[in-house]
């Protein structure tokens, strides 16, 4: 059975990091671009970033650009996505993504992903 499970979520003050994981079951991600994913309540998902299966590009949306880094371990078959100096506006379910792109060196966190996670809740307040 395919399953991504996101972990690493909770409540963190203004500032703080997080390191959300991603690890993927019943497939193995070396072939596939993971994206991260976002949504706040009452607002639509965005996506947040994304990583290559080759090559380790890597995408950021632009309000995260410098505080936040994606990163892979196909060994252990997961992906991270570290979290610095977060923000009140960074609350929200995390969720992350897999799909296989024709060229493995791109990927773009749109919503056209194939395998998703179920999720998990950051919080960020005093």
């Known amino acids: 059975q395919v399953q991504l499970v996101e972990s690493g979520g909770g409540l963190v003050q203004p500032g703080g990091s997080l390191r959300l994981s991603c690890a993927a079951s019943g497939f193995t991600l070396d072939d596939y671009a993971i994206g991260w994913f976002r949504q706040a309540p009452g607002k639509e998902r965005e996506g947040v970033s994304c990583?290559?299966?080759?090559?380790?590009?890597?995408y950021y949306e632009y309000s995260v650009q410098g505080r936040f880094t994606i990163s892979r371990d196909n060994a252990k078959n997961t992906v991270y996505l570290q979290m610095n100096s977060l923000k009140p506006e960074d609350t929200a379910v995390y969720f992350c993504?897999?799909?296989?792109?024709?060229?493995?060196?791109?990927?773009?966190?749109?919503?056209?992903?194939?395998?998703w996670g179920h999720g998990t809740r950051v919080t960020v307040s005093s």
């Open positions: 993504a897999a799909r296989i792109y024709s060229d493995p060196r791109y990927c773009v966190p749109t919503s056209d992903y194939d395998y």
């Open positions: 990583i290559s299966s080759s090559e380790g590009s890597t």
